[in-house]
């Protein structure tokens, strides 16, 4: 009973406490120095989507949009809002429009990813017609958004499966 209970209190305080050195050692991120007060120019090549997948780790639904906002930017696409009158004359009902404009040289693969799953075989695609459809796809663009940032070497790995490592790691200890 003395060693178990000895046991009991040794993992009670150790346990936060390693969990506390891991985190502390391998876990933070290193400090930087002061930014720059105005930069003129972007500070790399790296597109919207990376850019907030590396600020907070997560490939979140703003990360996409921003994706797609930036292929409109760049040429790729083409969006536009539509207004229908409603039901006799009254309220109107709006929706967004997407054209695929076609020149699509160069994209990253999550870009190519995206576009194939927004717009299938068509040229056009309503908002609308995606509400049902498009959500299927966002694992697979998340997975990609990460693997861009690996690939880059951002990264040594994916930041879902450090959180899955460590998720699994903490499960354990409990």
């Given at each position: 009973?003395?060693?178990?209970?000895?046991?009991?209190?040794?993992?009670?305080?150790?346990?936060?406490?390693?969990?506390?050195?891991?985190?502390?050692?391998?876990?933070?991120?290193?400090?930087?120095?002061?930014?720059?007060?105005?930069v003129?120019?972007?500070?790399?090549?790296?597109?919207p989507?990376?850019?907030?997948?590396?600020?907070?780790?997560?490939a979140?639904?703003?990360?996409?949009?921003?994706?797609?906002?930036?292929?409109?930017?760049r040429?790729?696409?083409?969006?536009?809002?539509?207004?229908?009158?409603?039901?006799?004359?009254?309220?109107?009902?709006?929706?967004?429009?997407?054209?695929?404009?076609?020149?699509?040289?160069?994209?990253?693969?999550?870009?190519?990813?995206?576009?194939?799953?927004?717009?299938?075989?068509?040229?056009?695609?309503?908002?609308?017609?995606?509400?049902?459809?498009?959500?299927?796809?966002?694992?697979?663009?998340?997975?990609?958004?990460?693997?861009?940032?690996?690939?880059r070497?951002?990264?040594?790995?994916?930041?879902?499966?450090?959180?899955?490592?460590?998720?699994?790691l903490?499960?354990?200890?409990?």
């Open positions: 009973n003395l060693a178990l209970g000895a046991l009991g209190l040794f993992l009670l305080v150790g346990g936060p406490l390693s969990v506390l050195a891991l985190w502390y050692t391998q876990g933070r991120d290193l400090p930087v120095g002061l930014a720059a007060e105005y003129a120019d972007p500070p790399s090549d790296l597109p989507g990376a850019a907030g997948t590396l600020l907070d780790e997560k979140d639904m703003q990360e996409i949009i921003a994706t797609i906002v930036d292929l409109a930017r040429g790729v696409i083409h969006m536009e809002e539509v207004k229908e009158p409603g039901f006799l004359g009254i309220g109107e009902r709006r929706d967004h429009r997407f054209h695929r404009l076609g020149n699509e040289e160069g994209l990253r693969p999550y870009e190519k990813y995206l576009i194939e799953r927004l717009f299938g075989k068509h040229q056009t695609r309503d908002l609308s017609d995606l509400k049902e459809r498009f959500y299927t796809a966002i694992p697979e663009i998340k997975k990609r958004l990460y693997q861009e940032l690996v690939d070497r951002l990264f040594v790995r994916s930041p879902e499966s450090t959180r899955s490592i460590y998720m699994g903490g499960l354990l200890v409990l």
